[in-house]
T-cell receptor
Framework: KNEVEQSPQNLTAQEGEFITINCSYSVGISALHWLQQHPGGGIVSLFMLSSGKKKHGRLIATINIQEKHSSLHITASHPRDSAVYICAAHLGNQFYFGTGTSLTVIP | KAGVTQTPRYLIKTRGQQVTLSCSPISGHRSVSWYQQTPGQGLQFLFEYFSETQRNKGNFPGRFSGRQFSNSRSEMNVSTLELGDSALYLC?????????????FGPGTRLTVT
């Protein structure tokens, strides 16, 4: 059983569309991270949140602790947003990762 | 500040051999975590070091070990390599680790075991 579930697994969008990626976790967490991984492997940490909502440019991350659910939104998507997005839950002393959402934004 | 660096970037080893990977954190960062990424299992947490001590450990066999030096640089060792150890190994550093601090990832070492 995966402690962290992510959906969808794959997502294709037209440039300019609003995108939502979902992450659900099964146990209480200390924090939830959203990561971005481009082809070639490099990973960038986008957000770290334990409550509420955070915004950075066109990216917004929200978390609902009671429902054990987090979402990553991308407004006005752009081809350069094409990447794999991974949520990671900090549970106890460990990180547990979702399987990732592969996003392709078509011009 | 320079980012997290990992060496080597690519490595090919034979089954049964051992391998050592190196990670240099961002200057001032004292926590280094290691992760394994494979197509089948995705990202998995290996262990975290802080101030030369292993603070957390994932569910990997004892063939996987690590250490951290006084300058916060960290090494990861895998002994008796198996084909299934072929993966991208990533390290990440943060100021003090734990859930409240952002992690900065290195570019990874791609290990192929033949």
């Amino acid at each position: 059983k995966n402690e962290v579930e992510q959906s969808p697994q794959n997502l294709t969008a037209q440039e300019g569309e609003f995108i939502t990626i979902n992450c659900s976790y099964s146990v209480g967490i200390s924090a939830l991270h959203w990561l971005q991984q481009h082809p070639g492997g490099g990973i960038v940490s986008l957000f770290m949140l334990s409550s509420g909502k955070k915004k950075h440019g066109r990216l917004i991350a929200t978390i609902n602790i009671q429902e054990k659910h987090s979402s990553l939104h991308i407004t006005a998507s752009h081809p350069r947003d094409s990447a794999v997005y991974i949520c990671a839950a900090h549970l106890g002393n460990q990180f547990y990762f979702g399987t990732g959402t592969s996003l392709t934004v078509i011009p | 500040k320079a980012g997290v660096t990992q060496t080597p970037r690519y490595l090919i080893k034979t089954r049964g051999q051992q391998v050592t990977l190196s990670c240099s954190p961002i200057s001032g960062h004292r926590s280094v975590s290691w992760y394994q990424q494979t197509p089948g299992q995705g990202l998995q947490f290996l262990f975290e070091y802080f101030s030369e001590t292993q603070r957390n450990k994932g569910n990997f066999p004892g063939r996987f070990s690590g250490r951290q030096f006084s300058n916060s640089r960290s090494e990861m060792n895998v002994s008796t390599l198996e084909l299934g150890d072929s993966a991208l190994y990533l390290c990440a550093s943060s100021l003090v680790g734990g859930p409240s601090y952002e992690q900065y990832f290195g570019p990874g070492t791609r290990l192929t075991v033949t």
